[in-house]
């Protein structure tokens, strides 16, 4: 809200600790909050070896700029170039995750595209979405679907987070893992194997990517599907 009211280019993502490790490389700056102030060192070794600047916020000074959207533009800006938003210093663009091209975007992926695939010559196709939280996960599922209502393709996709997933897996033909849960694929594969589902992990860039490209989202399960 803060960079929209000041039109600075400034893009914050909220994540829970853990979940990090396959998007830190989007980031330029990584704000902690005071309940993992006690995992600094290890988030400041992965983030250093990135080039990535980690700051530590205090009590009442976060919950303060929760509440103040152009005091945490400051404070971010801040942090990343040294002088205040409020000086106008001109930011350049921090958090932009570049579109991918298509053939990186589907590099795993070798069938002909959804584009060319009419909505009576593949079967209905449900799709789970899984990451650590549903967050992430909400974003891809709802790009998806809207990729496939744009293309009229039986396709649904559904959000879960790891954990929640186990009693509804017999509902989708294919399973998607967001970087976060990559961790966890040889647990997740087993179950679906056992149900002749078809898992399919994602990379960082593709997957954040994809959340912001809903006819790439559809490709990207049909394809996965097909394959």
């Known amino acids: 809200k803060g960079a929209e009211a000041k039109n600075l280019p400034v ?5 829970a600790f853990g979940s990090h490790t396959g998007i830190l490389d989007n980031f330029q700056l990584v704000v902690l909050s005071p309940q993992v102030q006690s995992r600094y060192d290890e988030i400041k070794a992965d983030a ?6 980690v700051v530590r916020t205090k009590g009442a000074q976060y919950i303060n700029l929760t509440k103040d959207p152009e005091g945490a533009i400051d404070f971010v800006v801040s942090e990343h170039t040294g002088t205040p938003a409020a000086s106008g210093v001109k930011v350049q663009p921090a958090v932009q995750i570049p579109a991918v091209p298509a053939a990186a975007k589907h590099e795993a992926i070798k069938a002909a595209p959804a584009a060319s695939t009419g909505a009576g010559t593949i079967d209905p196709l449900n799709v789970l979405v899984l990451c650590v939280g549903a967050g992430t996960s909400a974003m891809f599922a709802n790009a998806v679907n809207k990729g496939a209502e744009a293309k009229n393709l039986p396709v649904h996709a559904q959000a879960e987070a790891f954990g929640g997933h186990t009693g509804i897996l017999k509902n989708f033909q294919l399973v998607v893992l967001s970087p ?3 961790a966890r694929y040889d647990e997740i594969k087993a179950d679906a194997d056992a149900l002749g589902i078809k898992v399919v992990k994602t990379k960082g860039a593709q997957y954040i990517g994809l959340t912001r490209d809903p006819e790439g989202a559809v490709d990207f399960v049909v394809n996965a599907s097909n394959e």
């Not at 893009?11 to 994540?15: I, K, L, P, S």
């Not at 250093?48 to 600047?53: C, F, N, P, R």
């Open 48 to 53: 250093d070896k990135l080039g990535i600047k």
């Open 11 to 15: 893009h914050a993502q909220a994540e």
């Open 180 to 182: 976060q849960v990559q």
